[in-house]
């Protein structure tokens, strides 16, 4: 059976942690502060209501 190396976790979570932190940065710098939709949200937009079809 192997023998356990109890210093082997926190490397490997700092070094997963690493590699999170990297794409996460990555991905940032790459799409800077745009959205995934590019969606464009106005707080001043006009509501609209759909045409009254009950008057002639």
Do not use: C, R, W
């Amino acid at each position: 059976m192997a023998q356990h190396n109890p210093g082997a976790l926190p490397y490997l979570l700092i070094v997963l942690g690493g590699i999170v932190i990297g794409f996460v940065l990555a991905g940032y710098i790459v799409g800077g502060h745009q959205s995934e939709t590019n969606a464009k949200t106005h707080a001043t937009q006009p509501e609209k209501t759909a045409p009254d079809a009950g008057k002639h």
